[in-house]
């Protein structure tokens, strides 16, 4: 750590004068983009109002337009005289004011209004209409019609200001102007429209006048016709009424006289801040950065000269104490506080050593990859740690093994480690995104007078071993009768591991029968291990050691390879492999299965993978995906010991199984059992409605025989045909019960089975096939 500081504080001293200049380069270069970027949004804010106000514009010069148009039929004396009566001239009227005004100008309808401003004509592009029908749509036309007849109104939104009565004579009858009129954006059956109201007046003879003139009301829809002619007069050509989920930068409120919205119009901005920005901006950035690389550069030979050296040698020192993943204390260390405390005597303490193994942890490793593993010992490290005492010691041996030493002030609270380890496992951990539940193993060591600290770490070691043992995720204090124990487990372990380095298991097959003819339609691989010192190991023996060390995967590849590379001698038959859960969770299985089919020249279709409910317990996406994947490489899948486990129906609804497979203890208890039957008879039912192979393992008997042929069994496998025999004998076998591909084999009858030659040796007793275990793979 002095070297570490030293270091530090040399750096500190360079840094000194660069670090101000440094500053002050970031906060000018901050200042200029600032100020770019308010400048930027202050145009853009300023155009987008321009554009507005030409929009609003436009609709002026709209409105001022349609006023004009109207003012070519209103203020003419021929207008005057025929409007008087609109009963006797209603031709004219039609032609005049209806037709005219419709197809010049486009209004979408006329009306007038007499005297009283009831309506009298009313007329569209569809010709004459109900004149109260006409105007009775029309929001706010009453304050039109009023502000026409006496005056504008203060409180009002005028868009007609440049609207100009025409040159000429402009005589008044009392104090009534010749010519009156009111325009306004509002609704017209709920939609946003512009209506013109103007009195009927003479052009030129004033006597015409009358005292109450009459008045012409125009509707002009605000449609998608109007806002592109507003557009294009505002040069705005994209302007148009705002859709859903409209993106488009400017907006444009259209409301009603009244103040009230009746639209909302959009269109691509023209943003000229946004320009100034992605010029200047780049430009800033640019040289910020250089400034940045230059004084980068400029530091770094600085310090270079007085960090390398002191800075290897800190590195070097923790390196060689601590564990470079999680940065807790190596195995070099842990031993080197344990001989300190060795040292030391008469403190009261009592010395306490915890060896803590994750379980299952290379099933992590072979199905999340090992990047997932070191997140999860470091997920791990941290959550313990913040469980432990000050001044307790928490290292990494290495791989997925962590220690503690405590110095426990007295029995219990050295057996306090175990609780503590629980606590940790009890909520899952977020790996790569996921919840991962697990759970470790831990042997517990408590010093003894005169006891080595070498000695104390291999009696926690031998007691974590125990632990494994007995099923994992459990606690173990070492006792004095486990130590030899515990190395015979553990040279069978090496073995085992040179066994499957060296070649050192073999394959025993178990034919399957059809149950109507007695032909072999197919056998059934199963390792066997015979060593050299110790002669034949039992399956449930190896294969629980290679349970407790990880060597499932290897196990299972091994019997994949060799299984396939068989079956080739027997080309009419097919094998079945049994998949443990932690093979079938590799990425890898599905394509080393099709490479290996490829490799050997076999047809995917003869190989049926078995698995059991264990696998299928998530029941989740990827489970079925690589089912999916096996059937789409060919593959067959069977459903293996089905009954023992959770047997939930949706995993044949959901699954995509060839094969179901009834586990052998309801077969072995069908004769004394009338509810094993009834089983056996539902789930061969269900099995084959749903198209499934269904075999009855463990036929042991004459008599389970005949019941598992009158249940509907397709396939029978057990000791009445045949033992797991050699390689050898499998052709020997095919030929003397026939096979499938070979009908001039006559069925035989039942009692043939017990003449066979098959029958090498008699079947198991009851009591023996009890103590056989389920684990994978069969034995």
Same mark, same amino acid.
């Given at each position: 750590m002095g070297l570490r500081q030293n270091t530090n504080d040399g750096l500190h001293k360079v840094r000194q004068p660069i670090v101000p200049i440094v500053a002050i380069m970031f906060v000018i270069s901050a200042l200029l983009l600032g100020i770019a970027i308010y400048a930027g949004k202050s145009m853009n804010a300023a155009a987008l109002e321009g554009q507005r106000s030409q929009i609003d514009n436009a609709i002026s010069a709209r409105l001022v337009r349609a006023l004009h148009e109207l003012r070519?039929?209103?203020?003419? %004396?021929?207008?005057?005289?025929?409007?008087?009566?609109?009963?006797? +001239?209603?031709?004219?009227?039609?032609?005049?004011?209806?037709?005219?005004?419709?197809?010049?100008?486009?209004?979408?309808?006329?009306?007038? /209004? %007499?005297?009283?401003? *009831?309506?009298?004509?009313?007329?569209? @592009? !569809?010709?004459?209409?109900d004149p109260a029908e006409a105007i009775a749509s029309i929001d706010d036309l009453g304050i039109l019609v009023r502000e026409a007849r006496g005056g504008l109104k203060e409180n009002r939104v005028r868009r007609d200001a440049n609207f100009r009565q025409p040159d000429g004579p402009q005589g008044q009858y009392g104090d009534w102007n010749m010519g009156r009129w009111s325009a306004a954006l509002t609704l017209d059956d709920n939609k946003p429209a512009?209506?013109?109201?103007? &009195?009927? &007046?003479?052009s030129i003879d004033t006597n015409l006048l009358p005292k109450t003139p009459r008045l012409m009301v125009s509707v002009i829809p605000i449609d998608s016709a109007f806002i592109t002619d507003v557009g294009q007069v505002a040069m705005m050509p994209d302007l148009s009424v705002a859709g859903k989920n409209d993106k488009r930068t400017g907006s444009y409120a259209l409301k009603a006289d009244d103040g009230q919205p009746i639209a909302e119009l959009r269109w691509v901005a023209r943003q000229p801040g946004t320009v100034l920005l992605n010029t200047v901006v780049p430009v800033i950035v640019a040289t910020l950065l250089i400034a940045a690389g230059v004084m980068g550069v400029l530091l770094f030979r600085l310090s270079r000269s007085t960090h390398q050296l002191a800075e290897q040698e800190a590195e070097a020192r923790y390196l060689a104490d601590h564990d470079p993943m999680t940065g807790l204390p190596n195995r070099r260390r842990f031993q080197a506080v344990l001989a300190e405390r060795d040292a030391e005597e008469g403190d009261g303490h009592l010395p306490v050593v915890a060896c803590i193994d994750l379980d299952r942890f290379k099933d992590i490793n072979d199905t999340l990859g090992h990047h997932a593993g070191d997140?999860?010992?470091?997920?791990?490290?941290? =959550? #313990?740690?913040s469980l432990l005492r000050e001044d307790d010691l928490l290292m990494r041996p290495g791989g997925d093994e962590l220690a503690i030493l405590r110095e426990a002030r007295d029995r219990a609270d050295a057996e306090m480690i175990g609780a503590i380890v629980t606590a940790c496992f009890s909520a899952p951990f977020n790996v790569t995104g996921q919840q991962i539940e697990t759970s470790a193993s831990v042997g517990l060591a408590i010093a003894e007078p005169g006891q080595s600290a070498q000695?104390?770490?291999?009696? @926690?070691?031998?007691? /974590?071993?125990?632990a494994k043992a007995r099923g994992r995720a459990c606690c173990v204090i070492f006792e004095d009768e486990m130590g030899q124990r515990v190395e015979d487990r553990r040279a069978l372990e090496l073995d085992l591991r040179h066994a499957? +380095?060296?070649?050192?298991?073999? /394959?025993?097959?178990?034919?399957?029968?059809?149950?109507?003819? $007695?032909?072999?339609?197919?056998? !059934?691989?199963?390792? =066997?291990?015979?060593?050299?010192? *110790? $002669?034949?190991?039992?399956?449930?023996?190896?294969? $629980?050691?290679?349970? !407790?060390?990880?060597?499932?995967?290897?196990?299972g590849r091994f019997v994949m390879d060799r299984a396939i590379a068989?079956?080739?001698?027997?080309?009419?038959?097919?094998?079945?492999?049994?998949?443990?859960? @932690?093979?079938?969770?590799?990425? &890898?299985?599905?394509?080393?299965?099709?490479e290996a089919t490829r490799r050997y020249g076999v047809d995917p279709s003869r190989i049926t993978?078995?698995? &059991?409910?264990?696998?299928?317990?998530?029941?989740? !996406?990827?489970?079925? +995906?690589?089912?999916? #994947?096996?059937?789409?490489?060919?593959?067959?899948?069977?459903?293996? %010991?089905?009954?023992?486990?959770?047997?939930? #129906?949706?995993?044949? =609804?959901?699954?995509?199984?060839?094969?179901?497979?009834?586990?052998?203890s309801f077969v072995s208890g069908v004769t004394a059992s009338g509810q094993s039957l009834s089983i056996i008879e539902s789930v061969v039912s269900l099995g084959r409605g749903l198209g499934l192979e269904i075999v009855a393992e463990g036929v042991e008997t004459e008599a389970e025989m005949l019941v598992m042929?009158?249940?509907g069994c397709t396939h029978l496998q057990g000791y009445l045909f045949s033992r797991p025999t050699r390689l050898s004998e499998i052709e020997v076998l095919a030929a003397a019960l026939g096979s499938r591909e070979t009908p001039e084999a006559p069925a035989r009858h039942p009692k043939a089975w017990q003449t066979s030659a098959v029958m090498t040796t008699p079947p198991e007793s009851q009591r023996e096939r009890s103590r056989r275990p389920s684990r994978y793979p069969k034995s």
């Open positions: 070519s039929v209103a203020w003419w %004396d021929d207008a005057v005289v025929n409007a008087a009566d609109a009963v006797k +001239n209603r031709e004219w009227l039609e032609t005049e004011f209806g037709v005219y005004i419709i197809e010049s100008y486009h209004h979408e309808r006329v009306a007038m /209004l %007499d005297e009283n401003d *009831r309506p009298v004509f009313a007329f569209n @592009a !569809e010709g004459p209409m512009l209506v013109s109201v103007m &009195t009927i &007046t003479p997140q999860l010992i470091r997920e791990v490290s941290a =959550r #313990l740690s000695d104390l770490l291999r009696k @926690a070691d031998i007691a /974590l071993y125990v499957l +380095n060296e070649d050192g298991l073999t /394959l025993a097959y178990q034919p399957i029968v059809d149950a109507v003819t $007695g032909r072999i339609t197919g056998v !059934e691989a199963l390792a =066997r291990w015979h060593e050299p010192v *110790r $002669g034949n190991i039992p399956p449930d023996i190896f294969i $629980g050691i290679a349970e !407790e060390a990880g060597l499932m995967g290897d196990l068989d079956s080739r001698l027997w080309p009419n038959l097919d094998t079945a492999i049994n998949v443990s859960p @932690a093979q079938f969770r590799s990425v &890898t299985m599905a394509a080393e299965l099709a993978l078995e698995i &059991t409910e264990s696998v299928l317990l998530a029941n989740d !996406e990827r489970t079925l +995906n690589a089912l999916k #994947l096996l059937k789409q490489q060919g593959f067959r899948v069977a459903l293996d %010991d089905f009954g023992t486990g959770y047997s939930s #129906l949706s995993y044949l =609804r959901d699954f995509p199984f060839d094969k179901l497979k009834i586990d052998r042929q009158k249940a």
